[in-house]
């Protein structure tokens, strides 16, 4: 018989939230029952006019308006937690201590103390973690892994990478929680910095080192009730009520890898026509690697191996061959989009529970992502170099 692992999603409502729901009832339809099935019997939403509408995404689920039911419910295995920054530490350790694996968006938490906390406690449970980091589990990027792991770029010496958006490119985009330093204290370290240091851990391997210069463009933005991510500005008149931004819009960073590699990397929410930019290039002593999001399914590699004369960038398009691309297309070049790597991401959060294997990236991951954030906000605020241990 097929095991079926039955789930709560936290934050129902929002855009993590919606997607992760859609995944869970979707992934096996690509991938097969072989390694589990889920259902979500459970849908969590705070605000009663958001949740009017969670009933047809989950039939069956119950509408709860408190986290803490979810978490207590002897029948759900695993919470999915899909709420604002500063709440993923609490929910965790509260759903770890009830006997739950969690399933956590990224930032695992506001500092690296608790996302060691929550690991540690993980392990001594018994039970299976994750954070959402799903960009690289593109299968795109498990090509790239795999040149690298075989040596054919050599030792890498220098990883570049950037991701911005322009959400507050417009000094009168309307105040969000993102930009709120008690709901989300790390800002766009966390929120979209997080992306970037992802790739870093799973491609080069732990940072030991970094000088960061965080930044805040607008100090103040207006606040309108219903607006948020991606709405358009409103009108500003005397009776606009203006929010203080208390967290990074962007960061630039200088690093230092433990295998001694270098690291150049920036991103930010305030880049205007930027609605997506994410790039990284890792060069090494043999050759190199680029990507770039706007072609999602494709990795340039370049190798010193080729003969004088026909050296250059030659494109791979990830297709077929890799079995987690087949399971959705069976042309190359078909583009895998980020509901795809969700539901990536969900497959492998339920094999991990239903055969008992972590996998990458587990909350042990997610505690070093977590000291990059740490020591990002640290150095910005010494204006100095800080070590990570």
């Known amino acids: 018989m097929t095991e079926e692992v039955r789930v709560a999603v936290l934050g129902a409502s929002g855009w993590m939230g919606k997607t992760h729901t859609m995944a869970y009832q979707s992934f096996p339809h690509f991938f097969g029952p072989a390694h589990g099935t889920a259902r979500v019997i459970a849908l969590v939403e705070a605000n009663p006019a958001a949740a009017k509408d969670l009933g047809f995404r989950a039939p069956d689920a119950k509408i709860l308006a408190n986290w803490q039911d979810a978490v207590n419910d002897p029948d759900v295995d695993l919470i999915d937690i899909c709420l604002p920054d500063n709440m993923h530490y609490d929910v965790a350790k509260a759903a770890l201590l009830a006997g739950k694996h969690v399933y956590c968006e990224k930032p695992l938490a506001d500092t690296a103390v608790q996302a060691r906390e929550l690991a540690d406690l993980a392990k001594e449970k018994g039970l299976i973690t994750r954070v959402g980091h799903s960009f690289p589990r593109n299968p795109i990027h498990d090509r790239a892994k795999e040149i690298i792991d075989a040596g054919e770029i050599g030792e890498i010496k220098l990883f570049k990478a950037c991701q911005h958006i322009d959400i507050y490119g417009d000094p009168l985009a309307p105040y969000m929680w993102r930009a709120d330093g008690a709901l989300a204290p790390t800002g766009i370290i966390g929120d979209t910095g997080s992306h970037v240091f992802s790739f870093m851990e799973f491609l080069v391997g732990k940072v030991s080192s970094l000088i960061a210069d965080s930044y805040i463009t607008v100090p103040k933005r207006p606040k309108v009730d219903g607006l948020g991510y991606g709405d358009a500005p409103p009108p500003v008149t005397d009776e606009t009520e203006w929010g203080d931004v208390t967290n990074p819009d962007g ?72 079995p987690t691309y087949a399971a959705f297309l069976p042309l190359p070049n078909f583009a895998l989009g980020y509901n795809e790597s969700k539901i990536i991401e969900i497959a492998e959060v339920i094999k991990s529970i239903t055969t008992q294997t972590p996998m990458w990236p587990t909350f042990e991951n997610g505690h070093h992502i977590c000291q990059i954030v740490d020591a990002c906000m640290a150095s910005s605020d010494k204006r100095a170099w800080v070590d990570i241990a």
Do not use: W
């Open 251 to 322: 960061t630039n960073i200088l690093c230092t890898f433990e295998n001694g590699a270098k690291g150049l990397i920036d991103f930010s929410r305030v880049a205007t026509g930027r609605k997506f930019m994410q790039t990284y290039e890792i060069y090494g002593t043999k050759g190199s690697l680029a990507y770039t999001f706007d072609e999602v399914n494709r990795l340039r590699f370049y190798s010193n191996d080729d003969a004088a004369g026909r050296r250059g960038f030659r494109e791979i398009d990830v297709g077929p061959e890799h």
